[in-house]
């Protein structure tokens, strides 16, 4: 079985991954570029055994970081624990095998090569895909499957963040979808809530009405990423919800790897 490790700047999500490639497991850790093999292989051995698997069960590793000091502890781990070279995503072990066609296709993180393999592999013809993680991203994949390029921009807790840490008399506040569609709130944290949730759909929708009008063809609209259900309760701009694109990524990237 494939444990496949992707190691964002918040978490690190790990998964037992069938021939299938279905995911028969997953598990969320606190990123630490500081945490060791050793301390993962604690962690981890008896979440295995939670679930039933045992550490011999997995025959083959698959990494995606976008922490580069993190991956050296996570190969250790792969090496002393699992007795398998881990494949790398995007390296010589585990090619993307899709064209990155940006002017800096090195700088391209892996989990957005990794979310446009999976969602090409799913979907056909040109794609929009936004991940709600560190940072809210939104990709554009031709219909060939080639990375044309994206936005970038704050994720939402980090807007939030930083809107608290700045302002001394605002409270911090749990991100959550608003009981009603008044965008009036009538409380601090009423404000606050609509500012970061509604503002947010706004930026959703304009960019996405952007990115549409630029491509000019028709478009399927993917959503990943843990809040990507929550948003998707006040906006139609979503044609479908992956919550595990990244990982699908990985496993078929493993799937065309191993020999």
């Known amino acids: 079985m494939l444990l496949a490790v992707d190691a964002g700047n918040t978490n690190l999500v790990f998964a037992m991954v069938d021939e299938t490639r279905t995911i028969r497991a997953r598990w969320r850790i606190a990123t630490d570029a500081r945490r060791t093999a050793d301390q993962y292989a604690v962690w981890l051995h008896q979440l295995l055994e939670l679930e039933g698997f045992t550490r011999a069960d997995v025959d ?37 095998g899709i064209t990155l066609d940006v002017d800096e296709p090195g700088s391209v993180g892996a989990d957005r090569a990794l979310n446009a393999i999976a969602a ?22 031709d219909g060939d499957g080639a990375y044309k390029g994206g936005i970038i921009a704050p994720g939402i807790n980090l807007s939030l963040d930083a809107l608290v840490a700045a302002a001394a008399k605002l409270p911090r506040i ?33 960019l996405v009405s952007r990115l549409k009008a630029e491509i000019g063809r028709p478009v399927t609209v993917v959503a990943t990423g843990g809040l990507a259900t929550l948003f998707d309760q006040h906006t139609s701009a979503f044609d479908a919800i992956e919550p595990d694109l990244t990982i699908q990524g990985l496993a078929l990237l493993a799937q065309k790897a191993r020999p």
Do not use: C
Request: aromatic share 10%; charged share 15%; glycine share 8%.
């Open 120 to 141: 090409h592999d799913r979907y056909p013809g040109d794609l929009i895909l936004i991940d709600f993680g560190t940072a809210t991203t939104f990709d554009v994949v």
């Open 174 to 206: 749990a991100i959550e979808a608003p009981a009603d569609t008044s965008v009036i709130g009538r409380t601090t944290e009423a404000q606050m809530l609509t500012g970061i949730y509604w503002g947010y759909i706004a930026m959703i929708e304009g």
């Open 60 to 96: 083959a590793v698959i990494v995606a970081t976008v922490v580069p000091r993190a991956l050296h502890n996570l190969e250790v781990l792969s090496e002393k624990y699992f007795h398998v070279t881990p494949m790398i995503a995007g390296s010589a072990t585990a090619p993307y």
